[in-house]
């Protein structure tokens, strides 16, 4: 360890800067919402709290990784939603479960690809081609069920049992959250392949002329959030035993708001996983405070567009500086 590096505080040592302020800011919120509520410390709120950013959070790491390779998801809510009704279309057709699952996901990365093409081959912007797919996949939601929720009954158990099972003390869906996260943070810090996404959306331009496949690094991304949609509509569907056609409205403001107050730019070629899920348990605290303490519904949702509004202007104020100082 360099003398530099042991006399930093002992959070940023552990995590980056702006990792270990969202670690701060969490411990507080819990301190000050453990004396205001008696039921916020409660084993029940914790694992429900814990239920409803853990799935969502699946989607928050695929956001992530695209953000960083420059690009943007906003049909995330619509695909997820897509996925638990291409699910249970599927199983109430006499598939399997667990092979309808997979065709949902397979679903999933396709229109991942479609959005892929859109953007790295017809040259159309991550924004556009999303709203496009975010309405067609809630179209095809509405579609496929006359509007109406599917009841999945007949789910076995051992389906369900990734949605509401517990391994020891611990919900199965909690354990594929983890899952998910520390490979992917593993990939994006340790690998090759996953720097190309970081060089991609730091300066595209420069990053083709260096050799990389930028085109392929952008299409595959956009692919792995969709198909992330997916392995998280599944487990929506098994936790909930239904497919809602109407699943997942707002939720790209979720995802992306969790991954810009981690630390990943709309500019891309900045962010880290753990900063996402970080920035993913801060708003679901947020939330969950928020009901304990009787907010309206209608408030919270202000609160949370103020606080993506708050960490954009945030990251542009630092895109600002980092620029002028590159200029100096």
């Not at 009704?85 to 309808?100: E, I, K, S, T």
């Not at 679901?284 to 009901?291: C, F, G």
Request: aromatic share 10%; proline share 2%; net charge positive.
């Amino acid at each position: 360890m360099t003398e530099t590096a042991r006399h930093r505080p002992l959070l940023s040592r552990l995590f980056g800067a702006r990792e270990s302020g969202l670690v701060l800011i969490i411990l507080a919120l819990f301190v000050v919402m453990s004396f205001a509520s008696p039921h916020f410390l409660t084993w029940t709120n914790m694992r429900a709290m814990t239920m409803a950013f853990s799935v969502e959070a699946i989607v928050v790491v695929g956001m992530t990784i695209l953000l960083i390779s420059g690009g943007i998801d906003l049909s995330v809510g619509s695909v997820t939603a897509l996925s638990m009704v291409v699910a249970g279309l599927l199983f109430l057709n006499g598939v399997n479960p667990w092979v309808a699952a997979l065709m949902a996901i397979g679903v999933c990365a396709v229109i991942g690809s479609i959005i892929g093409f859109f953007v790295t081959y017809v040259g159309l912007h991550h924004f556009i081609v999303t709203l496009a797919a975010m309405v067609i996949a809630r179209g095809l939601c509405l579609l496929g069920t006359g509007g109406r929720p599917l009841g999945l009954f007949a789910l076995p158990d051992s389906f369900k049992w990734v949605g509401i099972g517990s391994i020891g003390v611990i919900p199965v869906a909690i354990v594929i959250f983890a899952v998910v996260v520390v490979v992917f943070d593993f990939l994006l810090r340790r690998t090759t392949a996953f720097r190309l996404v970081y060089y991609t959306g730091s300066n595209e331009k420069a990053a083709a002329y260096s050799g990389i496949r930028t085109k392929r690094v952008i299409f595959l991304t956009t692919v792995l959030c969709s198909t992330l949609c997916g392995v998280a509509g599944v487990i929506y569907m098994a936790r909930f035993g239904s497919a809602q056609p109407t699943f997942g409205v707002g939720m790209e403001l979720n995802v992306i708001a969790a991954a810009v107050i981690g630390g990943a730019s709309l500019s891309g070629g900045k962010g880290s996983i753990l900063g996402a899920i970080l920035g993913a348990i801060l708003l679901s605290m947020v939330s969950s405070s928020l009901a304990l303490m009787n907010v309206s519904v209608y408030w919270q949702d202000i609160i949370r567009g103020s606080i993506l509004l708050a960490a954009v202007t945030f990251d542009h104020y630092l895109v600002k500086r980092q620029a002028a100082g590159g200029r100096a």
